[in-house]
């Protein structure tokens, strides 16, 4: 496993980070036990999870993945030090969490105490906020005219993340939290925490983990340079666009137990014509290299200039151990062509 540094915390974070938001609904205890053990003794040394998980958010599954992780704590108390434990508060729209109000100060600290009491440990080594205040470009959104920036009250929206960052201050002083980290953001959010954090003297914010992977790949160039420049980690999170590059939803398929077979909050806004004809293409050159489909786009994923850790969930310990596998794998400059090839001719298929 190769470890690399997670922005300037000074911790190093494995190249591999477990994600865990199908444990709860997809994934029972046990399940998530086996995933937890066996990525641990692989050396990967970082989980993520959030209050929101597991997924698809509803109340009834709201901090079940918490709740999980800190069952195996509380039953291994001694392997806390193994694994950088990355959490989120969630932000503004779900009725069941805050009563759907935005993130605060006041709420940051509400939330971690909340949060590590389902993880049953004294302190959250990253903790994140899972979307900004205002709309971001993200979840379908990134298409010009879909939101107006210009909509927004720029001072207003300072001020709330200047009260954000005192929240986090509140916590870090007080040893519950060692480090912050951003989601869904964008280079205009990572900037302005970055200037009041050093205005106020107040904690720099360490990561950003948004969407990134073959079929969505907007963040390439300008937010990934500004996070390589800014020693802010750059975390991919669904790197196989939520199962799509696997090619199990071909032909409008919908495996039993899968992603897809779930009702999605934000709707299936990835399943669309161009992103079927892009899946064909990259599963014909997986086959043409002798990759799985998974493994080819997880280590397209891993090589990309500036990307630090990148987040993969499994719903089985079969999926875990391929996708585990892709960190291993050197791409040849002629895989990196033909994917190429095929990432040129869709290049922004949702």
Not at 78 to 94: N, P, Q
Not at 171 to 190: E, M, N, Q
Request: charged share 20%; with cysteine.
């Amino acid at each position: 496993m190769k470890y690399v540094p997670l922005g300037r915390t000074g911790l190093e974070v494995s190249r591999v980070c477990l994600g865990t938001m199908t444990w709860g609904t997809q994934n029972n205890q046990a399940e998530a036990d086996e995933q937890i053990e066996y990525a641990l003794a692989q050396g990967v040394n970082f989980i993520d999870t959030a209050e929101m998980y597991s997924v698809p958010p509803t109340p009834e599954s709201y901090g079940k993945t918490e709740t999980i992780i800190g069952n195996w704590l509380a039953r291994n108390p001694s392997r806390r030090h193994e694994f950088i434990l990355a959490t989120k508060i969630a932000g503004a729209g779900l009725h069941y969490i805050r009563e759907g109000g935005p993130i605060t100060g006041e709420a940051v600290i509400a939330s971690v105490d909340a949060s590590l009491k389902r993880l049953q440990t004294d302190y959250i080594d990253l903790y994140q906020l899972h979307w900004p205040n205002r709309t971001s470009p993200h979840f379908a959104k990134h298409f010009p005219g879909r939101i107006r920036f210009s909509d927004i009250d720029r001072d207003e929206h300072s001020a709330q993340m200047l009260d954000i960052l005192q929240g986090i201050d509140a916590c870090i002083k007080a040893g519950k939290i060692r480090h912050f980290g951003l989601s869904d953001d964008t280079t205009w959010g990572i900037n302005e925490y970055l200037r009041l954090s050093e205005k106020h003297d107040l904690p720099r914010v360490a990561s950003i983990q948004n969407e990134f992977s073959l079929l969505h790949a907007k963040d390439w160039p300008y937010l990934i340079e500004n996070c390589l420049h800014e020693d802010v980690a750059y975390l991919p999170w669904s790197a196989l666009a939520a199962g799509a590059l696997t090619g199990k939803y071909i032909g409008g398929a919908r495996p039993k137990g899968s992603r897809w077979s779930y009702a999605q909050r934000n709707g299936l806004f990835r399943d669309t014509p161009l992103v079927e004809e892009a899946v064909k293409g990259y599963m014909a050159v997986a086959e043409k290299h002798q990759l799985t489909p998974a493994q080819l786009a997880l280590a397209w994923c891993d090589q990309v200039d500036g990307v630090t850790s990148t987040i993969i969930g499994a719903t089985s310990l079969e999926q875990l151990k391929e996708d585990m596998a892709a960190f291993d794998m050197a791409l040849s400059e002629e895989v990196l062509a033909d994917v190429m090839a095929v990432f040129k001719a869709y290049p922004v298929p949702f």
